[in-house]
């Protein structure tokens, strides 16, 4: 018969693991931020960085951006002291400024937040809580100010929590806004709002237990509060940047289903989309909220007088509607509240006996464990930024004309490689202003009138769209105004049709391909979109987009042994979901069922949403046609109806299902 394990030996096997969870944690971290420090954002924050390193002067917004707008609404480079860190951090090597400042960052932050945790919790499971946080916030550790303004904010509730045994600290507290204003300008209303709270709960407290001693402190902190205000005005655009947060919010607010966890939640559907970034990420900060909150209002209506020893952390609840509402305040919302959170689990855990906690730690470690194993053999894909280098080459090299739109994804690298140019700063301004073509990505009412009317007033004559955003790029290739001139998986790049030579447009446009058609071209001239493509390959060999769009239309020319030799021309590690799917219709087409499904299936691996549904159908059409297995086509075919599809998508497939003789009604 076995003894019972010692307490030593609990506490020895509850440090082990709790370090094998903490390894882990790090060594993910550094394998998420390593594999992906380049957000959406990051390259426009380079370009100012490297703006004000060349021309020792801090940008405006009619510097870099050739968009009109109110000067109330106008763009200000508020983290103008960041984005020089951030620029010189990444130049010499992303993988160096990772480990030169991101990493050193999330390490400060970690360390500051050991420091709040409450004296009651043990080394051990100040190793485990301390992974809650940095599990939460990985998909947000990426060269972008909001990085900065963790450290500081722990900082500052580092210095309001223990200013009574030294009431000197509190003249760091005009430091760190001072700090803010010229790193995170955007967010100063943070530290501010923060700070009112702490001395209006230290007034409360004074109240209740005051000495003259205290009362002399107290005078002290609340001049903290007009000092650091006027320490704030330091900055490039002194009031400007308070009035910047007010338009902030009514960016974000109006943006809420984008920007909000719960709008970034509510873009996980059945199918898990691995490229979505940080969905998993999204789902475990939530739980820790739910469960944050389940444990503090147990205690508040349980024993609300023992929250009294916490009401300084208490605070830190200010953070909870900042991440709902923006889901960029999830790094700082996870830190900050850790601490409050270490102790309500405590107290939480302390209202049952010794033995369910025992057998609970035990319990959530190997689920920890298992959790962070997952994580690391199957992470989910970050999404890495948008990066046209094709399309700025041949911007620079055929000179073409200013001004260029360019949509938000794409707007930053343009910044950074194209300085001479000016663009589309940011899409703030355009969201607040009359004159939005940003609002104009989604085709409604009479939209092409709209944009050209708006085109014109404000001279645009390049254009740089994404084709994942809206309609642009599609309405773009109807139009007879503009041509196309280079596209790959990212973005199109066109020209106004008037701006330019026509002996130009005959050697540089390509006439044939079509954004608005699912081929990419009419049928009935696939001969001459042939003949244009081959011509385009050769310019461009590495183009896997045209070349794929080149095997297309050798497939429906039934012309298969060309087809063969473009796919051959692709290296195998440069294959993408739609490099899969188009050799897979193939194959599918040669009556080659094995091969097809095959590819299909290394297609579907992607989960790249925009078009996964595409390709359920398509295995569908394979199941049904190529194998005459009835029972798996309809799961397919079921499975592409659950999706968001048109009215006029979900007809075609009821129409093709009768084909095939599948009932799906019943």
């Known amino acids: 018969m076995s003894l019972p394990p010692t307490p030593q030996n609990n506490i020895r096997i509850h440090f082990v693991y709790s370090l094998l969870v903490a390894l882990l944690t790090f060594f993910i971290a550094f394998r998420s931020i390593l594999s992906t420090p380049i957000s959406i954002d990051s390259y426009s924050h380079f370009a100012i960085g490297q703006y004000v390193l060349t021309t020792h002067t801090i940008p405006h917004h009619t510097d870099i951006s050739f968009k009109k707008t109110d000067p109330s609404l106008e763009w200000i480079s508020h983290s103008w002291a960041s984005d020089v860190l951030l620029y010189i951090a990444q130049k010499p090597q992303q993988a160096f400024g990772v480990l030169l400042l991101v990493i050193p960052l999330l390490f400060l932050s970690v360390y500051l937040t050991m420091l709040l945790l409450p004296k009651v919790v043990s080394t051990s499971e100040r190793l485990l809580y301390l992974c809650i946080p940095i599990i939460c916030s990985l998909s947000f550790w990426r060269f972008h100010p909001f990085l900065f303004i963790v450290p500081l904010q722990l900082t500052l509730m580092k210095l309001t929590a223990g200013w009574r045994q030294n009431p000197k600290q509190l003249f760091a507290i005009p430091l760190i806004f001072f700090l803010w204003a010229n790193i995170s300008g955007g967010t100063i209303a943070i530290p501010a709002l923060y700070l009112v709270l702490s001395v209006a709960l230290e007034l409360i407290l004074y109240r209740m237990d005051h000495t003259k001693k205290q009362l002399h402190q107290i005078k002290i902190l609340i001049l903290i509060l007009p000092i650091s205000f006027i320490t704030s005005m330091i900055n490039p655009y002194g009031i400007r940047i308070w009035i910047y947060t007010l338009t902030t919010i009514a960016v974000v607010t109006q943006n809420k289903a984008f920007s909000s966890l719960i709008g970034a939640i509510n873009t996980i559907n059945q199918t898990y989309n691995k ?392």
Not at 312 to 324: D, G, K, Q, T, Y
Not at 544 to 569: H, M, P, S, W
Not at 637 to 642: P, Q
């Open 275 to 666: 490229q979505q970034f940080s969905s998993l990420y999204l789902i475990i900060f939530s739980v820790y909220v739910v469960i944050f909150l389940v444990s503090f209002l147990s205690i508040l209506f349980k024993r609300p007088a023992s929250l009294l020893s916490q009401a300084r952390n208490i605070l830190s609840l200010l953070f909870l509607p900042l991440a709902f509402f923006w889901v960029r305040f999830i790094p700082l919302t996870a830190f900050a509240t850790l601490p409050l959170f270490a102790w309500c689990i405590k107290n939480s855990l302390a209202q049952l006996s010794l033995q369910t906690r025992t057998r609970m730690s035990y319990m959530a470690i190997p689920v920890s464990v298992i959790t962070l194993v997952w994580i690391l053999c199957y992470p989910p894909a970050l999404a890495a930024p948008k990066i046209p280098t094709g399309h700025v080459t041949i911007i620079r090299t055929l000179s073409l004309p200013a001004n260029i739109l360019t949509t938000y994804d794409l707007t930053g690298y343009t910044l950074y490689s194209l300085p001479e140019y000016k663009s589309m700063l940011d899409a703030q301004d355009d969201l607040l202003n009359d004159e939005s073509l940003i609002s104009f990505y989604q085709p409604v009412g009479n939209f092409f009138q709209n944009f050209k009317a708006i085109g014109d007033k404000l001279s645009v004559q390049t254009a740089l769209v994404s084709r994942d955003i809206g309609g642009l790029s599609a309405t773009l290739s109807e139009s007879d105004t503009w041509d196309l001139l280079y596209i790959d998986y990212d973005a199109a790049l066109y020209v106004e049709h008037n701006s330019v030579e026509d002996t130009f447009l005959q050697t540089n446009a390509m006439h044939t391909l079509r954004l608005d058609t699912n081929l990419g071209f009419d049928p009935t001239n696939s001969a001459s979109a042939a003949a244009e493509l081959e011509r385009f390959t050769m310019r461009y060999p590495t183009n896997t987009l045209l070349l794929g769009q080149l095997a297309t239309i050798y497939r429906i020319n039934k012309q298969f042994d060309l087809a063969e030799k473009v796919f051959q021309k692709i290296p195998t590690n440069t294959w993408n979901f739609s490099l899969f799917t188009e050799y897979g219709r193939l194959n599918a087409a040669q009556g080659k069922c094995i091969i097809a499904e095959d590819n299909f299936l290394k297609a579907l691996s992607y989960r790249n949403e925009k078009n996964y549904s595409r390709t359920v159908l398509d295995m569908a059409v394979l199941y049904a046609g190529c194998f005459n297995d009835t029972k798996k086509a309809r799961h397919f075919f079921l499975r592409y109806n659950s999706f968001l599809i048109t009215t006029a998508e979900r007809e075609k497939l009821h129409m093709l299902t009768k084909q095939f003789g599948i009932d799906m009604d019943n």
